[in-house]
């Protein structure tokens, strides 16, 4: 009997990261025609340092924006504010603060993890059950890998690894070419809100060049992951 053919993974889907906000009011247009121009599967809310009834006001501001859009709203870090903001989830950098702040996310919201500098640091996130993990994010001194590593560890991660995978990106060359090496999610921030051409037209044509990569490769990796 002849083998029943492997339905290709899904299609990636976006992942938005805001720019770092004091005021909700400034980015609360620009980010409705943004999520309203492409498929958008999460939004990392990105928060200047504030005290935390601030903190909590920035978040409910922005919350219906994102939500009312069909996108899951995540916090990066500020995992004590997800429920009094009524955020989906968090985005947590490094181990230490994954494995701290996981427990009070889970299982009813989403605790992402990045800020993973080896191999072994991610497969200690997926095994503690994080619900993706995130590789090519600057560190914090605005440093980060190569598109080649970048690309060769989500190849890496999708080719044995169950949980979900998300490459940053910085350039629309880098979402396609992560596409392609079998990322389940592709982040971009910087290069929508900074484009000329303003953050709706720029996330189009980051969702464009997604379906290029992944259409470079669909059928390469199976849909289920061991």
Do not use: N
Request: a negative charge; aromatic letters at 6%.
């Amino acid at each position: 009997m002849a083998a029943k053919p492997v339905p290709p993974r899904p299609a990636p889907r976006l992942y938005l990261a805001t720019p770092v906000i004091d005021d909700p009011a400034r980015i609360r247009a620009g980010l409705a025609e943004a999520l309203a121009a492409a498929d958008v599967a999460a939004v990392l809310l990105r928060l200047a340092e504030s005290d935390p009834r601030t903190l909590v006001t920035r978040i409910k501001a922005l919350a219906p924006v994102v939500q009312g859009a069909g996108a899951a709203l995540l916090l990066d870090g500020h995992a004590d504010m997800v429920a009094r903001g009524g955020a989906d989830g968090a985005h947590l950098s490094g181990l230490a603060a994954f494995a701290e702040a996981a427990p009070q996310l889970q299982p009813d919201r989403i605790a992402g993890a990045g800020g993973l500098a080896s191999r072994h640091d991610a497969m200690v996130a997926g095994e503690s059950g994080a619900d993706y993990v995130l590789f090519g994010e600057p560190d914090a001194r605005g440093q980060r890998p190569s598109a080649d590593a970048v690309a060769e560890r989500l190849q890496w991660w999708a080719e044995l690894f169950q949980p979900p995978c998300v490459g940053y990106a910085a350039s629309h060359q880098d979402a396609g070419r992560f596409a392609a090496a079998g990322a389940d999610f592709v982040l971009v921030g910087d290069m929508i809100w900074a484009d000329q051409a303003g953050p709706a037209a720029a996330l189009a044509k980051a969702a464009d060049a997604i379906r290029q990569g992944y259409a470079s490769m669909s059928g390469r990796l199976p849909a289920g992951r061991d």
